[in-house]
Nanobody, 122 residues
Framework: QVQLVESGGGLVQPGGSLRLSCAAS????????IGWFRQAPGKEREGVSC????????YHADSVKGRFTISRDNAENTVYLQMNSLEPEDTAVYYC???????????????WGQGTQVTVSS
């Protein structure tokens, strides 16, 4: 059974940091692209970061570039999203999904986890 589980969210002040985890079970994630998407209430789900499997190429949305870093730990079968310099606009539920290749289109991803809430507020 393919399953992804997100964790690491919480409440932080602006300028703070969080590290999100996307843990895979039922498959080896190093054969797949893993993308992080986020969705705030009333807004469309948007791509945040993605890492390919074949060459570890990474992608980040302009809104988070320079602040967020995606990485993979194959030994732990886990993908991480390090989030620094967090802003209130980063508040959302963060989801991870898998795909054959990285894409900004969430429709190409599947096996979504349950999501983890990130709230940035003073």
């Amino acid at each position: 059974q393919v399953q992804l589980v997100e964790s690491g969210g919480g409440l932080v002040q602006p300028g703070g940091s969080l590290r999100l985890s996307c843990a895979a079970s039922g498959f080896t994630l190093d054969y797949y692209a893993i993308g992080w998407f986020r969705q705030a209430p009333g807004k469309e789900r948007e791509g945040v970061s993605c890492i390919n499997s074949h060459d570890n190429t990474t992608y980040h949305a302009d809104s988070v570039k320079g602040r967020f870093t995606i990485s993979r730990d194959n030994a732990e079968n886990t993908v991480y999203l390090q989030m620094n310099s967090l802003e209130p606009e980063d508040t959302a539920v963060y989801y991870c999904g898998l795909s054959a290749l990285c894409s900004s289109d969430y429709a190409t991803f599947g096996s979504w986890g349950q999501g983890t809430q990130v709230t940035v507020s003073s």
